[in-house]
């Protein structure tokens, strides 16, 4: 299903990512900062990427037949800011989802992240049925351990220089939360 809005803190929300998100993902990306972050966005961002980002989900959702997994994190005025979801995942297929998130500077340290990755580790628990969620971060990546770290996901390993990353080897971290250690911390 389409979701139309999931409410975050300060007036920000989640909601699936639609064809108009295009040049608002285009400037959340400009900096260049959330490409450091991560392997899986290029750098310089275009258009042609999101529209082809766009695009990809909107079949991704078509072919899980109308359930989402990964969310457009929008700002009080609705322009998508941001990403969170388990975009690999398809849903019925799987007790687990490598999950990711991320967020333009202009908006980051202000929590929005760690409200969008616990609406939607609830979201995904309830609605997708998982049992096991896990991220890899960087290890110079300190913001998003906290992220994860403040939603009850638990360092689970490292995996020793297993990225390049600015001609640099660097260990990633793999972070996991299981359904009943969630469940568990919310009483």
């Not at 300060?10 to 990512?17: A, E, I, K």
């Not at 967020?103 to 609406?119: D, F, N, P, Q």
């Not at 628990?125 to 971060?137: I, S, T, Y």
Request: hydrophobic fraction near 40%.
């Amino acid at each position: 299903m389409s979701i139309n809005r999931m409410d975050l803190a300060n007036g920000y929300w989640l909601s699936s990512l639609s064809a108009d998100d295009t040049l608002s993902l285009v400037a959340a990306l400009a900096d260049g900062v959330v490409q450091r972050t991560t392997d899986n966005v290029p750098h310089p961002y275009t258009l042609e990427d999101a529209k082809w980002w766009v695009d990809h989900r909107a079949k991704r959702l078509e072919e899980n037949k109308g359930i989402e997994v990964e969310f457009a994190i929008r700002a009080p005025d609705g322009t998508a800011v941001g990403s969170v979801g388990a975009s690999g995942h398809i849903p019925g297929i799987g007790h687990k989802a490598e999950i990711g998130y991320w967020i333009a500077t202009s908006h980051s340290r202000k929590g929005i992240t760690t409200a969008a990755l616990s609406r939607f580790v609830e979201y995904a628990f309830a609605e997708l049925g998982l049992e096991r969620m896990f991220a890899k971060v960087y290890a110079s990546n300190i913001g998003s351990c906290r992220v994860l770290e403040k939603n009850g996901f638990l360092l689970e390993g490292r995996l020793r220089q297993h990225v390049l990353l600015a001609g640099k080897l660097e260990d990633d971290l793999v972070y996991g939360l299981l359904r009943v250690d969630w469940q568990q911390a919310r009483g």
